[in-house]
């Protein structure tokens, strides 16, 4: 009998992995985490103590040998996506990538043929898709509820707090910092909504820090429905608020304040010839239920929401706006 708790390892042991994906996995159902990935040894130790996992690897061989892992979070640098992913596929993982997918398209494309030929599940961290109140309002906008598609606007701009970045700070190790730390979120979601999109204007600015990478994006879209739409991402001095999603059909419209990533807010829905609705939205652990689709998928309980296909064809939208 197939056992039925998936075993996870974690490309990371810092940042977002020690205070978010690392809990993230161990709060789901149906998962378990059982070894971590580092560079630095220290850190890998430091991460097993805190978060009780029994094995911490500085070798990635020896990480993908064990055979306690089944599936891999890949949450390490950008750059080093593509290497670390398809090392996870050859040795016969099932692989959640973080966003963005990769630096460049080919790199995500070269991801999308290793996840075919090792036929093992490769998904991408798009936690909005895992947010129980926009997979219902998604479905209803897929049946026609709020009429054809016409326009999308996104924004969320966070405080950065200051300018030690690391390796985001670098263009071709990161892809671009407020593009790709929210921004490709934000791509997902309009494209989630939306459809696939072929044309895009893009104007990145780092007037708000002055380093190599954008701390401002905007981006603009044509979709290939003839819907249009923008986004804007930020990373601030100040906080921008709690984020805002719009939806507009022809009929009716959504508007999402502070339902990003599983914060609590409101949603306001019209239909056409109704008075605006508005109801508080309950906050929810996106990550957690990430992870618990995730180890579903590769159990064969149904199909990942954002595929390897979604990250490159996000990648393709991010190339467009930042020129290269």
Known sequence: MAKKTVGWGLIGSTSWSDHTFGPAITAAQGAELAAVFSSKRANAAAFCKKHGVPNGYTDLDAFL??????????????????KQTIAALKAGKHVLCEKPMAVSAADCAAMVKAGIKA????????????SPIFQATQRDWAKGVYGAPVNVRIHLVLPAGNTQIGWRGYPKR???W????????????????????????????NHAWGLKVD?????????????SGTIMAGMGRVMGGT????????????????????????MTTSRKGAAPVTKKLPAYNTYQLQVEAFSRAVRGDGKFQATALDGLANLKVMEEARGW
């Open 174 to 176: 990161s892809g671009g």
């Open 215 to 227: 701390d401002h994006s905007l981006v603009a879209m044509g979709f290939k429905n003839g819907a």
């Open 178 to 205: 407020a593009l790709g730390n929210i921004g490709t979120h934000l791509i997902d979601v309009a494209r989630w909504f939306m459809g696939d999109v072929d044309e895009v204007y893009g104007h990145l600015s």
């Open 65 to 82: 040998a064990d055979p306690a892992v089944e599936a891999v979070w890949v949450a390490g640098p950008t750059d080093l996506h593509k």
């Open 119 to 130: 036929r093992r599940v490769l998904g991408l961290g798009y936690n909005n898709r895992h």
């Open 243 to 266: 984020g805002r999603l719009e939806l507009y059909g022809t009929t009716g419209y959504c508007i999402f304040d502070g339902a990003l990533f599983g914060g609590g807010g409101t």
